[in-house]
């Protein structure tokens, strides 16, 4: 297959698709207490194998390696799909480089443009063709994991979601710009699970197994679906090559529990009591998935347990393309 084949990549009921709801509301949610609690970047840090690395720092890392990997320089026209709270895009802008960010959360938005960054309210997925050819890089730091979702996974969708993709972010990139990238982090099922069993409630499994923990945190909780190794460079061929790959696994994990750790403390505690009450109305009106997020993270703590282990039910892979054609 060539890079001019659409095939199912242009596929209209794929570029048409809503965001999940779930997605949204997670990422309210994570604004009203995360944030709160100190931390504006929920991907994976950088610790190099320093486990005592603060979380600030290992954050700071991840950002700087990614826009090397993608090739940022000064007057660099990036664009970060899914771009959170800003980090890469303020780095890039210290490097010279201008930065565009899409992001489906408002929350995100408003913080964004208080900063004095360009992110626009937007699904990659409904970009029309006034963007094409407008970068020479782009990245997905911890949004491709949104991208589809058990349903479509379930309805043999998921291929179709990361072809579109692919195709999307080729589109974007400037065919004038040698050796553009994309570059991804995105977490990926070690072992595929059925994704029917995820549609069901979690009550339905062992607490202790992989079907229990993968309903909290995908079906019910953040909203999501993982593709498996080897997933991505298939639906990505005719767009782009894989040119590096490295397993940040352990960095997720460090994360993630700095993470869980300092947010326990701080929302269990005295401290917490204004955070909750500036909550309060975000979760009556959204006060089941709240429920469901809640007993996520602090409860079963699905979402650690997923880096936790050796080997982990999951990994997180960085990955590096080049686009071709």
């Not at 990361?162 to 977490?187: C, K, M, N, Q, W």
């Not at 403390?265 to 009591?273: D, E, N, Q």
Request: proline letters at 6%; one cysteine or more; hydrophobic letters at 40%.
């Amino acid at each position: 297959m060539t890079a001019a084949e659409p095939a199912r990549a242009t596929d209209p009921a794929v570029a048409a698709a809503p965001t999940a709801g779930r997605v949204v509301t997670c990422y309210s949610l994570f604004d009203a207490f995360m944030t709160r609690c100190g931390f504006t970047d929920l991907t994976d840090g950088m610790y190099e194998g320093d486990p005592d690395r603060p979380y600030e720092a290992a954050q700071a890392r991840q950002a700087e390696a990614l826009l090397d990997r993608a090739g940022v320089t000064r007057g660099s026209r990036l664009l970060d799909i899914g771009c959170g709270y800003g980090r890469v895009l303020r780095a890039a802008r210290d490097r010279g480089a201008k930065g565009w960010g899409v992001t489906v959360s408002p929350e995100q938005v408003r913080r964004n443009a208080a900063a004095g960054l360009n992110v626009r309210l937007e699904n990659y997925k409904h970009l029309g063709p006034e963007w094409d050819g407008q970068f020479d890089a782009v990245i997905a730091n911890g949004s491709l994991e949104h991208f589809a979702q058990p349903e479509d996974a379930a309805a043999g969708r998921d291929d179709a979601i990361y072809r579109h993709l692919f195709s999307t972010v080729h589109r974007l990139l400037d065919p004038e710009t040698a050796g553009a990238r994309f570059v991804t982090t995105a977490i990926h099922f070690r072992r595929r699970p059925d994704p029917a069993d995820l549609l069901r409630p979690p009550g339905a499994f062992r607490r202790d197994s992989e079907e229990f923990h993968f309903a909290r945190v995908l079906s019910q909780g953040f909203g999501g679906w993982y593709p498996v190794r080897g997933q991505l460079e298939r639906c990505a061929e005719g767009y782009f090559r894989l040119v590096d790959e490295e397993d940040g696994t352990e960095d997720y994990r460090l994360t993630s529990e700095a993470c869980l750790a300092a947010s326990r403390r701080r929302i269990h505690s005295a401290r917490g009591v204004p955070i909750w009450l500036r909550a309060v109305p975000l979760m009556l009106r959204r006060p089941v998935q709240a429920a469901r997020l809640y007993r996520c993270v602090f409860g079963s703590e699905s979402w650690n347990w997923q880096f936790r282990g050796a080997p982990a039910p999951t990994v997180l892979l960085r990955q590096t393309w080049e686009r071709v054609g």
